[in-house]
T-cell receptor, first 118, second 116 residues
Framework: GAGVSQSPRYKVAKRGQDVALRCDPI?????LFWYQQALGQGPEFLTY????????KSGLPSDRFFAERPEGSVSTLKIQRTQQEDSAVYLC????????????????FGAGTRLSVL | AQKVTQAQTEISVVEKEDVTLDCVYE???????LFWYKQPPSGELVFLIR??????QNEISGRYSWNFQKSTSSFNFTITASQVVDSAVYFC?????????????FGSGTRLSIRP
């Protein structure tokens, strides 16, 4: 597709339920990022993939959060045993370059998945 | 530590007025990149500009202009002759180093409302 696509756009989960959020990056983009955006705040980094390799997961708030990108394209962010504090918009971004390319590549964002945990 | 501060939480102006959004950043790196993104009600973050730490030239793109001053660690954004369609939340952001793998640190955003 032309841009980063995320699904679902909205997800309501009961506390304790597991959820999976999907991200389809721009075709050919090597780098993929996940961010969490709480209401009224800026996005905060969760994790980064270069192709299928997860090179940075320092932003994942707990071991209930897990991300994968098995074929180096589509990525899934999974949250186990959801808690109310997990309610937020989860944004996915992709960029063209991998680690071998010098210079800062622009990250293009999807519209996000709004997760509400009741 | 890296940090981005957008002190203006909300700004409201009448259409056709000029408006400046302030951004102050902190970093220990000598190589870094600064960004501005726009987030309309649809939620998608729209890239507006990227500037590296070695290029202090100001930039103008139509009604938008950016003023980068390393001496004051500021990267301010001005909209000239604002329009209702400019209403959105605007984020200033910072990324350290030269690797494309570096995460972006965002400010808390400024909500801009343009009244007709």
């Amino acid at each position: 597709g032309a841009g980063v696509s995320q699904s679902p756009r909205y997800k309501v989960a009961k506390r304790g339920q597991d959820v999976a959020l999907r991200c389809d990056p721009i075709s050919g983009h090597v780098s993929l990022f996940w961010y969490q955006q709480a209401l009224g705040q800026g996005p905060e980094f969760l994790t980064y993939f270069q192709n299928e390799a997860q090179l940075d997961k320092s932003g994942l708030p707990s071991d209930r959060f897990f991300a994968e990108r098995p074929e180096g394209s589509v990525s899934t962010l999974k949250i186990q045993r959801t808690q109310q504090e997990d309610s937020a918009v989860y944004l996915c971004a992709s960029s063209l370059g991998g680690g071998a390319i010098v210079g800062k590549n622009i990250q293009y964002f999807g519209a996000g998945t709004r997760l509400s945990v009741l | 530590a890296q940090k981005v501060t957008q002190a203006q939480t909300e700004i409201s102006v009448v259409e056709k007025e000029d408006v400046t959004l302030d951004c102050v950043y902190e970093t220990r790196d000598t190589t870094y990149y600064l960004f501005w993104y726009k987030q309309p009600p649809s939620g998608e973050l729209v890239f507006l500009i990227r500037r590296n730490s070695f290029d202090e030239q100001n930039e103008i793109s139509g009604r938008y202009s950016w003023n980068f001053q390393k001496s004051t660690s500021s990267f301010n954004f001005t909209i000239t002759a604002s329009q209702v369609v400019d209403s959105a939340v605007y984020f200033c952001a910072l990324s350290e180093g030269s690797s494309s793998a570096s995460k972006i640190i965002f400010g808390s955003g400024t909500r801009l409302s343009i009244r007709p």
